[in-house]
DNA sequence: GGGCAGGTCTAAG
DNA sequence: CTTAGACCTGCC
């Protein structure tokens, strides 16, 4: 892959696994809408447009230090998931289900935001969840102006969140959930549930520590440290995984599956497969 | 209108 | 240790 820098324009060319729409769309986060051709969306504060025509990508809203700082995590660029999918295609199951799912990048994204995103998502659908994610980021993000001079709205920090209660809440029409949001954000902002040392636990020591949390359980637990934390060995089980494993390989549990520490690849790509295929 | 959606919690057997 | 029910809200 190589990168290419112009005023306040990067362009990712030579790709082997970056599909946009499918890296958006997939389920993992819920700040990228598709927008004039590409998509568009916000992370780590910074309003982002990507546009891809085959091979080739171009990011506009940030600069080269931002990208080096965040944005090459984020995106993930540093992984070679063309590794990825030679060693899941000795997966009999998989194998046939990589070229649907190719293409699809693991997002990191911040721990915080995919911690309490995935909170949202419990008994919930996506629309909804990214209408409640939008509207709780417009009341209590930091306010920001993009250079084209668009308003937008970052996602708020766990001391803002806070300071509310679950009552403050109502306004995103969260339901039941405006309790465990709170409750959220106090544990990580007095450092009762400690961030920094979740993302360096395992996946199972970290969902211990998560599930401290109202409203996290293992399978909310797990989403945050595959998507926030970049825990790959995590592997999240949702409705659509149970009946995608019961279906596929005629059993809903996991265990036993090998695949090589790329367990929430497996799963996304299989969640993919289920959603696409409508798996019931 | 009743059912349902990327679950979790609680109270029961 | 497994399992119904409840839980907000919005869209079908």
């Known amino acids: 892959m190589k990168t290419g ?14 599909d946009l729409k499918k890296t958006f769309e ?6 990228f809408n598709e927008a ?20 080739k990508i171009e990011i506009s809203g940030i600069g080269r230090r931002d990208f080096e700082l965040f944005f090459k995590s ?20 998989l194998l046939p289900i990589i070229p649907q799912s190719r293409g699809i990048r693991i997002l990191r994204q911040e721990p915080f935001e995919a911690l309490v995103s995935f909170i949202i998502s419990a008994s919930n659908n996506i629309p909804r969840i990214k209408k409640i994610v939008e509207l709780l980021c417009e009341s209590f993000g930091e306010r920001n102006v993009s250079a084209n001079g668009r308003e937008y709205f970052a996602f708020p920090t766990p001391d803002r969140l806070a300071a509310l209660e679950p009552e403050d809440l109502s306004v995103i029409r969260a339901g039941f959930r ?58 999240p089980k949702d409705v659509w995984i149970k009946r995608v494993l019961k279906s596929l390989y005629g059993r809903e549990d996991n265990a036993g599956l090998d695949f090589h520490g790329y367990d929430g690849v497996a799963q996304q790509y299989l969640y993919y497969y289920a959603r696409l295929n409508s798996i019931r």
């Open 36 to 55: 004039g051709g590409g998509y568009e969306g916000v992370a780590h504060g910074k309003l982002l447009r990507l546009r891809q025509t085959g091979d």
């Open 5 to 18: 820098f112009s005023e306040n324009k990067i362009t990712l060319c030579g790709i082997y696994d970056f």
């Open 26 to 31: 997939c389920g993992q986060c819920f700040r």
């Open 178 to 235: 405006d309790r465990y949001i709170i409750d959220c954000a106090r544990k990580v902002a007095s450092g009762r549930v400690s961030l920094e040392k979740v993302a360096k636990m395992s996946c199972e020591d970290g969902a211990r520590e998560l599930m401290k949390i109202d409203g996290v359980g293992r399978k909310v637990a797990d989403c945050a440290l595959l998507y926030g934390f970049g825990n790959f060995s995590c592997f």
């Open 74 to 93: 984020f995106f993930d660029l540093e992984r070679d998931y063309e590794k990825i999918d030679r060693e899941l295609s000795d997966d009999p199951v």
